[in-house]
Nanobody
């Protein structure tokens, strides 16, 4: 069984940077793609970024375009989220998720929560003023 483990969260001042990692471990891993989502207190979980496993095509929420960069290392089964120019509005628990290659793709959209097969436990990112 595949498990996703996030790391890299923490406390940073506004304008600073953090790099999140999400490593997939367990059985032989293959995916259509992986995504990052975040959930701030009192708010719904929202899409941040996603990347396809094969071509490396990327998707970003408008709120993070130009500041965040998603990348993957297929050999390490790991996806990264480089976050620059952080501001307090970026404070949230960040989750990674995977769309498993063995699942039905259908009308799946990388930017939507539904359809992802597995989620990590989340990592807290706090941006102070």
């Amino acid at each position: 069984q595949v498990q996703l483990v996030e790391s890299g969260g923490g406390l940073v001042q506004a304008g600073g940077s953090l790099r999140l990692s999400c490593a997939a471990s367990g059985r032989t891993f293959s995916a259509y793609g992986m995504g990052w989502f975040r959930q701030a207190p009192g708010k719904e979980r929202e899409f941040v970024a996603a990347i396809t496993w094969g071509t490396g095509r990327t998707y970003y929420a408008d709120s993070v375009k130009g500041r965040f960069t998603i990348s993957r290392d297929n050999a390490k089964n790991t996806v990264y989220l480089q976050m620059n120019s952080l501001n307090p509005e970026d404070t949230a628990v960040y989750y990674c998720a995977v769309k498993d290659i063995g699942s039905y793709f259908g009308t799946f959209r990388y930017t939507q929560i539904s359809g992802y097969d597995l989620w990590g436990q989340g990592t807290q990112v706090t941006v102070s003023t």
